[in-house]
């Protein structure tokens, strides 16, 4: 199944940092794994939406953005629920 995923990132700035959310094409994946060679430890091999902090290490895959940015650590700020 391929999946289609926003390239753009969306952000978030919290009280501890900021959280961002991306997706990760099935083309990027594949990529990614073709070239395993050169990968980091923070490489990331499946298609969907991850989320990460400040300290870059990507967290998912989660089937959509909403359910990435469901699971990331977004404390609550104040003004927040006067938020439509």
Known sequence: MTRNLKRATRSK???VG???VFGVSTLEAIYNRNNADHATADTI????WYWTDERDRPVGPFD????AWDD???PRLPG???EA
């Open 64 to 67: 959509t953005e909403e359910s």
């Open 72 to 74: 990331a650590p977004l």
């Open 13 to 15: 700035p919290t009280r």
């Open 80 to 82: 927040d629920d006067d």
């Open 18 to 20: 900021t959280v961002e």
């Open 45 to 48: 091999f499946e298609p969907g």
